[in-house]
């Protein structure tokens, strides 16, 4: 039982470059998430999806884009990186079923944009 | 707007001794407050949480205490150890939403 994964571990891109961060999770959740972490900022909610199907906006989700795959699969795609998205990014899931879900996070994606 | 806040960026406490960490809130609607734990390279894991409900919930050395009057919770680490040095995050959640909002976390170093 891995619990939420994630790849990769570290990324460099440079700037105006694709890439899709992976995320899936073997505990049959209902809902995923995208955070990520910047110093001083706590985490942030980028997207979620809240059953397979569906998606929405979080706090922050300029620049990003999402799809769920399918129950285990939640991906984050940046279509042209930017320096301002350098950051620690971290996927979660939760059972969804209840107003009291506790929320399991992946080992995190470290993103550097140059 | 930070709905979730936490004030003390660090905070170092000697081994065997209390730990406080607290967490502030603006929004009346919360109602579930969670604290994370996060390591180094790590991502952030479930420690304790408590309804609004609720005033105090303990688990082992961890106890939640929540003041919704001044809309403040705090959690308190009874004895502290070397291996809680972390980063703690509080989190608050409304029901019918799917969105925790977190603090901004605040560090922990337990000396031995």
């Known amino acids: 039982n891995a619990g939420v994964t994630q790849t990769p571990k570290f990324q460099v891109l440079k700037t105006g470059q694709s890439m899709t961060l992976q995320c899936a999770q073997d505990m049959n959740h209902n809902s995923m998430y995208w955070y990520r972490q910047d110093p001083g900022m706590g985490l942030r909610l980028i997207y979620y999806s809240a059953s397979e199907g569906t998606t929405d906006k979080g706090e922050v989700p300029n620049g990003y884009n999402v799809s769920r795959l399918n129950k285990r699969e939640f991906s984050l795609r940046l279509e042209s990186a930017a320096p301002s998205q350098t950051s620690v990014y971290f996927c979660?899931?939760?059972?969804?079923?209840?107003?009291?879900?506790?929320?399991?996070f992946g080992p995190g994606t470290r993103l550097t944009v140059l | 707007d930070q709905q979730v806040k936490q004030n003390s960026p660090s905070l170092s406490v000697q081994e065997g001794r209390i730990s406080i960490l607290n967490c502030d809130y603006t929004n009346s609607m919360f109602d579930y407050f969670l604290w994370y734990k996060k390591y180094p390279a790590e991502g952030p894991t479930f420690l304790i949480s408590?309804?609004?409900?609720?005033d105090k919930n303990e688990d082992g050395r961890f106890t939640v205490f929540l003041n919704k009057s001044a809309k403040h919770l705090s959690l308190h680490i009874v004895p502290s150890q070397p291996g809680d040095s972390a980063v703690y995050f509080c989190?608050?959640?409304?029901?019918?939403?799917?969105?925790?909002?977190f603090g901004t976390g605040t560090r922990l170093k337990v000396l031995a």
């Open positions: 408590i309804s609004s409900i609720k």
């Open positions: 979660a899931s939760s059972d969804g079923r209840t107003g009291t879900d506790t929320q399991y």
């Open positions: 989190a608050a959640w409304t029901s019918g939403t799917y969105k925790y909002i």
